[in-house]
Nanobody, 121 residues
């Protein structure tokens, strides 16, 4: 069984910063692409940023220049550094990873449970 667990969300003022973390655990053989998505109330879940196993990253236009995604493969962890936060960044942030199971050797995409980020104006 594979689990992704996010942490680091919270309440921050407009212009502030937060750093989200997501740790993968369980029967993991390897982890491919990882990413962060977010979902605001009444909205669809949208891509925020992704990072490949070798560190290539991709960002939504709305966060370019403000957010930075990184990963530590040894720790099976992906991070999202969020700077210059705006009220419109308020959402539940979800971690996502493409994980190959060490027992079944099948590859599946897993989601974390989400962490709330609230930016006050």
């Amino acid at each position: 069984q594979v689990q992704l667990v996010e942490s680091g969300g919270g309440l921050v003022q407009h212009g502030g910063s937060l750093r989200l973390s997501c740790v993968a655990s369980g029967s993991i053989f390897s982890i491919g692409d990882m990413g962060w998505y977010r979902q605001a109330p009444g909205q669809q879940r949208d891509l925020v940023a992704t990072i490949s196993s070798v560190g290539s990253s991709n960002y939504a236009d709305s966060v370019k220049g403000r957010f930075g995604i990184s990963r530590d493969n040894a720790k099976k962890t992906v991070y999202l550094q969020m700077n210059s936060l705006k009220p419109e960044d308020t959402a539940v942030y979800y971690c996502n990873g493409n994980v190959r199971d060490s027992r079944s050797r099948t590859t599946n995409r897993y989601w974390g449970q989400g962490t709330q980020v609230t930016v006050s104006s």
